[in-house]
Each structure stands twice: as C-alpha cells, then as structure tokens.
C-alpha cells in the first residue's frame, strides 16, 4: 500500500470516534463530560492490552486466534460457549472496568453522564484498537464492514452495561446492591456481545448484508435509548442559576439541557446573588 493510501485508511480507522465526538458535540462544553471522555478513550487502550493479554493462553490452548476459531467448523456449542463465555465475557468486563476506573478518576463515578461518556470513551478506543489489530492480520477487506459493525456493537454493548450501572448508582441503596446490578449490566453486554458474535460466526453472515445493516440500525438506537435513560437520571443535586451554552438563557430549572434552544446548560451556581452580576 502506497503511503499516502495508508495515511487515508489510518484517518478512516478514525471515523467512529470522531463520528461519535460530532454526534455529541452538544455536551463538550460540560468540561467534566469532555474529560470523562477523553480519559475514556484512554482506558480503552489499557483495556483493550489486558484482553490481549488475557487471550493469550486461551489461543495458545486452541492452538489458533480466537476470531478463527469461532468462524471455524466446530460444533455450534463450542462456538456459542467461547462467544459468551470468553470473547463476551472478557471483553465486556474489560471494557466495564475501564470505563469504571476512568470515570472514578475523574470522579464523575456518581455523575450519570459523566459515567456514560468514559465507557464510551472506553469502547470507541478499545474497537479502534481492534480494529488497528485486524487489520494488521487480516488486511483491508476484512477491516472496511469492520470498522462500522465492530464499533457500532461495542459502543452499544458499552453503552448499555453503562446505562445500568448509572441507574444503580443513582439510586441510594446499599453498596451490595449496587454492586450486583453492576455486575448484571456486565453479564448483559456479556450476553448480549457473546450471542452477537455467535449469530454472525455460525450463520456465517456476509459483513455486507441486510442482517448486518438492521442490526447496525438497533444498535444505533439502542444507544440512543441508553443516552436518554441516562439522561433521566442525570438531574443536578440542587436547583440553581444555570446559563444556555448556545443561547445564553438563564434558568433556575435543575436541567441539563436548555429549553428554548436545546444546547447544554454549562454551569450552575446555587447563590443566587450571583444573578445580577452576571447580567452586567
Ligand atoms: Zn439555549
């Protein structure tokens, strides 16, 4: 490959996290978001070096890499047993660990959104990586379907053991309660990736078919869905002046989003003596 070719496909093995950056540009101006993000994308790279790691011995016992094998001609329930049990399983605790430790570190673990955007974060760059890693293997045909299925099923998997890790967390119960609806969020992205890779590998589907698009389209919106239950949850502590990022409108709502034009509600002081300050 030509270098100036190989510079074009690096920029394209970009485009998930980019497309996801410009998809949520809406919420960059909350800066704990923007961090959570970013240390995300971060995580993703520790996390995605332990699942290697991890892979290891398990490729050295089946005598070949993973990918091969559940494409292989084994029995199906060898197939849908390494699916969940390994590839699901490891990768999605992976993942939920790194997108735990980074929104921990900026300490927005009890911040819905913030907790939303670093197992984004998380997922967009360990797929990145994969997809970096297939590529190297198996080159560019196999990479081009990848890069929009791959991304797309580990962002929505991310998204949704984030969705119900949020949903724990913002509810005040003990700290063994939350602990296990942690872990169910993990074992449903387990569940959810291992059937995935299972239908896809058994059934042999073509990268580029209507099978994978409708998925690609649930995928998208089951994200969608995670974002808003996030959302829902996300309510500041305490009512304050807060002011519109795109319009400047002031509100005493405890709202993240303005009203009137849609744009993210940047600060929010609880004085409320600071009003008149603010308007001069
Ligand atoms: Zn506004």
Request: proline share 3%; glycine share 8%; net charge neutral.
């Amino acid at each position: 490959m030509l270098q100036s070719e190989s510079a074009v496909f690096s920029l394209i093995l970009l485009l998930p996290p980019l497309f996801f950056y410009l998809l949520f540009k809406q919420n960059w101006v909350d800066r704990e978001l923007r961090i959570s993000f970013f240390t995300g994308l971060i995580w993703g790279t520790i996390a995605i070096l332990f699942t290697r790691l991890l892979y290891v011995p398990v490729e050295m016992f089946l005598e070949t890499d993973l990918r091969s094998f559940v494409a292989g001609p084994g029995p199906w329930w060898m197939t849908l047993l390494v699916s969940i049990g390994i590839i699901g399983f490891v990768e999605e605790s992976m993942k939920a660990a790194g997108g735990l430790m980074a929104s921990y570190q900026v300490s927005s673990s009890r911040r819905p959104a913030g907790l939303f955007m670093s197992f984004a974060g998380c997922a967009l760059s360990f797929s990145l990586l994969e997809n970096v890693q297939y590529y190297m293997m198996f080159g560019v045909s196999v990479i081009i379907p990848r890069i929009i299925i791959s991304s797309t099923a580990h962002l929505f998997f991310a998204c949704l053991c984030a969705a119900m890790t949020t949903v724990a967390l913002s509810r005040n119960k003990s700290d063994s309660v939350v602990s296990v609806r942690i872990l169910s969020g993990i074992f449903m992205a387990t569940l959810a990736h291992g059937l995935f890779d299972f239908f896809v590998f058994h059934f042999d589907v073509q990268a580029v078919s209507g099978v994978i698009a409708t998925f690609v389209a649930l995928f998208l919106l089951g994200i969608y869905e995670a974002w808003i239950i996030v959302l829902k949850v996300d309510i500041p502590a305490e009512t304050g002046l807060s002011a519109c990022s795109g319009c400047g409108a002031f509100s005493i709502d405890r709202v993240r989003f303005c009203g009137f034009c849609g744009s993210r509600v940047i600060y929010t002081r609880t004085d409320l003596s600071c009003k008149i300050s603010s308007e001069n």
